[in-house]
């Protein structure tokens, strides 16, 4: 499975980006895709999840009611929307892939076998 993560860019406190990943090599239902972010000087951290099958998903509770993932199977391609973004959304973002997880260890970084290349995000106060 390949991921190729874009979208990211400069922007102002309260303003939006959306990222993109496309996912690719496999037989995608079966997966489920996250969005994780590294701040600077810090550990890698979950931001959001979706299963390609069903479309359920979840989000850390820090973006809650600003971020939003969604996914577009004929695309394949997974979008997190972020609104209202704040200086500490500063990071660089990462798109997952895993085909072996359960909803509660979504957020661990380590159920995670694929990666993208990570897309820097900047918000500027």
């Known amino acids: 499975v390949q991921l190729q993560a874009s979208g990211g860019g400069l922007v102002q406190a309260g303003g939006s980006l959306r990222l993109s990943c496309v996912v690719s090599?496999?037989?995608?239902?079966?997966?489920?895709v996250a969005w994780f972010r590294q701040p600077p000087g810090k550990e890698r951290e979950f931001v959001a999840a979706i299963k390609l099958a069903g479309g359920n998903t979840d989000s850390a509770d820090s973006v809650k009611g600003r971020f939003t993932i969604s996914r577009d199977n004929a695309k394949n391609t997974v979008a997190l929307q972020m609104n209202s973004l704040k200086p500490e959304d500063t990071a660089v973002y990462y798109c997952?892939?895993?085909?072996?997880?359960?909803?509660?260890?979504?957020?661990?970084?380590?159920?995670?076998?694929?990666w993208g290349q990570g897309t820097q995000v900047t918000v500027s106060s």
């Open positions: 997952a892939a895993s085909s072996r997880i359960i909803r509660s260890s979504w957020y661990r970084v380590d159920q995670y076998a694929y």
């Open positions: 090599g496999d037989t995608l239902s079966r997966y489920t």
